[in-house]
């Protein structure tokens, strides 16, 4: 399945492909989409699954990163992400549920090993699919890179993680009335840069660098847009998603596993930390899905 990291610029551009669908997923920023006249973007856990055939408009400002899979149309009818999609809704945008955006950082850090040895150049007409290659976009090209012991050359992990994250996806359309308007741009890149490494170590000063701004302005930015400090921040997004993964009752992992996942290196933390913010301790919510269960099995 050919993947690649591109960058692009903020000039736009658009271009259609008829033989495979088009997944895209974002590693940094904020790409603005227009697919055959539905606007939307992709950002954090915010995807967009391009069909064959559709004419797109793509631009984007600023530090950007994105991973692009380009999924043949048979293979796609095959191993049933077409028809995931379609359950989702057959729109073009998609949002991963909260308990589940650690498929996409799946997806990505699969890649990051690649990095050191591919260097991002610019696309040339002699790539693959030409007519989707434009001096709007930076690539780097993984089939020349990833060699047999790459799991990217294995279409059925691509396949199998892409499958969980259309499964666990609703349909999401951009509004004037999103909890983004009025944020600058560079901060919106920023936390979707976040909100896809919410289990990794993130530091005021790897926040500084991807918003790049001074540590003092971002904190003045994010007291102005968001009433709150970087960490604060943070630290709210991770036991969202920790309180969205306990009351999922398909997640079987444990209460540390859950901490690990959202950044918590040590569970006695995570648990006193969940119960300021939301009054109880994190094992109360399993305990009380559980019962909710039961009552309703009883029935």
Not at 88 to 113: C, D, F, H, I, K
Not at 262 to 286: C, E, K, N, W
Request: with cysteine.
């Amino acid at each position: 399945m050919p993947s690649s990291f591109r960058q692009y610029r903020s000039e736009a551009a658009s271009h259609s492909h008829d033989d495979f669908h088009q997944i895209i997923i974002a590693d940094l920023g904020v790409l603005d989409l227009e697919i055959e006249g539905r606007g939307g973007c992709v950002a954090g856990r915010k995807l967009a699954f391009v069909p064959a055939g559709d004419t797109h408009a793509y631009c984007a400002n600023g530090m950007n990163r994105f991973l692009v899979l380009d999924v043949d149309v048979g293979l796609a009818a095959r191993t049933g992400l077409e028809a995931l999609w379609q359950k989702s809704g057959g729109s073009p945008y998609l949002e991963v549920a909260t308990g589940y955006a650690n498929r996409l950082t799946g997806l990505l850090r699969g890649l990051e090993q690649q990095r050191a040895y591919a260097p991002i150049r610019t696309a040339a007409p002699s790539d693959r699919h030409e007519n989707q290659q434009s001096p709007n976009m930076s690539v780097i090209n993984l089939a020349s890179i990833a060699g047999s012991e790459s799991i990217f050359a294995d279409d059925r992990f691509i396949c199998g993680s892409l499958r969980d994250v259309l499964g666990h996806s609703i349909i999401v359309q951009r509004s004037d009335g999103t909890a983004n308007a009025g944020i600058p741009m560079r901060l919106q890149r920023l936390l979707g840069w976040i909100e896809l490494r919410l289990s990794e170590p993130v530091g005021i000063a790897d926040m500084a660098m991807v918003a790049a701004q001074s540590e003092s302005a971002l904190f003045a930015a994010f007291q102005r847009h968001l009433g709150t400090t970087p960490m604060r921040w943070l630290t709210d997004q991770r036991l969202q998603r920790a309180y969205a993964m306990l009351g999922d009752h398909r997640n079987t992992m444990t209460l540390g596993d859950i901490a690990r996942e959202v950044g918590f290196t040590d569970q006695s933390a995570f648990s006193r930390a969940f119960a300021r913010r939301f009054g109880h301790a994190p094992i109360m919510l399993r305990r009380n899905l559980g019962s909710a269960s039961k009552t309703i099995i009883s029935r």
